[in-house]
């Protein structure tokens, strides 16, 4: 058991979020050990209580409560990787070179755990060295039901780079959905602000973003402003429509709680509406008598980003996933039909 200590932020290791600090001084451990100890106020930055993903500088100090030896924890961590499921993460790679690696993520694949999943891309990513010491770092995260590109660094530089421009919006993102109905107009946005509410289980499991008129936003404790731009690429008549989507900004379940919000739930998104909807006659109805799948239709298909080393700019795309592949098969859509930003293309 290692005791209780205090240390602080060295040179070059600011700028990077608590748990990935922390992570790599004491790899043993676990990212739930960690989010447990910031929500008991075990971890201080400084005095102060933190979460898991405050961001540290240097010069600040760390307090850690006493914490398991590598062998104490190991005990209580999955250390292994089949090799069924290296194969599995090693065949998501859909680009990699000597600073990066993009995955096209399964659907239903958590980015990270939680209290009750041992299985994600995070504890899998021991599989993606590829020759390198340290396993690839997360920057960005996918819900567990959304596929599609996912970036991770393979360097401490990389990271860095990777961070900033995903918090400072340097990016642009481009998803696919299917969505419940035709919004109207074909383009558009929306400006709702979302907040939080805690789900109905003991630790407020089923946690869902609700929507917020914008000029409420200002006067709603927790609230925060949310955008998202949407096109209409193609339709089965008033039934359903693909849609691009590009988050202006990048909150908590904002595409789907958008979407739901004016009136066109995600197919297959059960908590917010997608899954369920009765709209019979020339509306959704019961999943066109079951030809489409009940699994989220939502897909990362393009993150266009600044290379953080060589500073060329990256365009990287993702096949659809096979429950989406099949929906566009059912209405002879054609994933090569659409540009690659239709915000610009279509509607300049």
């Known amino acids: 058991m290692i005791g209780v200590q ?40 400084d005095g102060a209580r933190v979460k898991a993903n405050s961001r540290v500088e240097e010069g600040q100090a760390v307090r850690l409560p ?22 599995m993460i090693q065949s998501c790679v859909i680009y990699r070179d000597d600073h990066i690696i993009a995955l096209n993520k399964p659907p239903g694949l958590p980015v990270q755990g939680g209290s009750k999943q041992t299985r994600h ?3 899998l990513s021991d599989a993606l060295r590829f020759g390198l010491d340290e396993k690839p770092r997360l920057v960005h995260r996918l819900d567990k039901d959304t596929a599609g590109v996912l ?37 558009g946005s929306v400006k709702y602000g979302l907040v939080k509410a805690l789900g109905h289980g003991k630790g407020g499991e089923g946690e869902k973003m609700h929507c917020v008129h914008p000029a409420e936003v200002a006067s709603t404790e927790g609230a925060k402003r949310a955008h998202t731009d949407y ?44 899954s369920g909807q009765e709209n019979l006659g020339d509306g959704w109805g019961a999943q066109l008598g079951g030809d489409i799948s009940r699994k989220l239709h939502l897909h990362a298909r393009t993150l266009k980003i600044e290379h953080p080393v060589t500073k060329a700019m990256l365009t990287l795309t993702a096949p659809l996933p ?25 509607f300049p």
Not at 177 to 183: C, D, F, I, R, T
């Open 151 to 187: 970036l991770l660094a393979r360097t401490r530089e990389a990271a860095k780079g990777l961070t900033a421009a995903f918090r400072h919006r340097e990016t642009r993102k481009i998803y696919w959905a299917v969505v419940a109905g035709v919004p109207a107009p074909k383009l």
């Open 66 to 87: 006493p914490l398991p030896s590598p062998g104490e924890e190991k005990k209580q961590l999955r250390t292994d990787i089949s090799a069924a499921d290296a194969k």
């Open 6 to 45: 205090t240390i602080t932020i060295g040179a070059g290791e600011g700028d990077q979020r608590l748990d990935r600090w922390l992570r790599r001084i004491y790899p043993h451990i676990s990212q739930v050990r960690i989010e447990k100890m910031c929500r008991k106020g075990e971890i201080r930055v």
């Open 322 to 346: 096979e429950h989406m592949q099949r929906t566009w098969d059912t209405f002879q859509w054609q994933p090569s039909d659409a540009p690659e930003d239709p915000f610009e293309v279509l």
């Open 121 to 123: 891309v995070d504890s």
């Open 231 to 274: 096109a209409v690429l193609e339709t089965a008549g008033q039934r359903c429509a693909w849609l691009a989507l590009t988050p202006i900004t990048g909150r908590t379940h904002q595409l789907r709680a958008h979407m739901a919000e004016i009136g066109h739930p995600i197919v297959g998104d059960g908590k917010y509406g997608g």
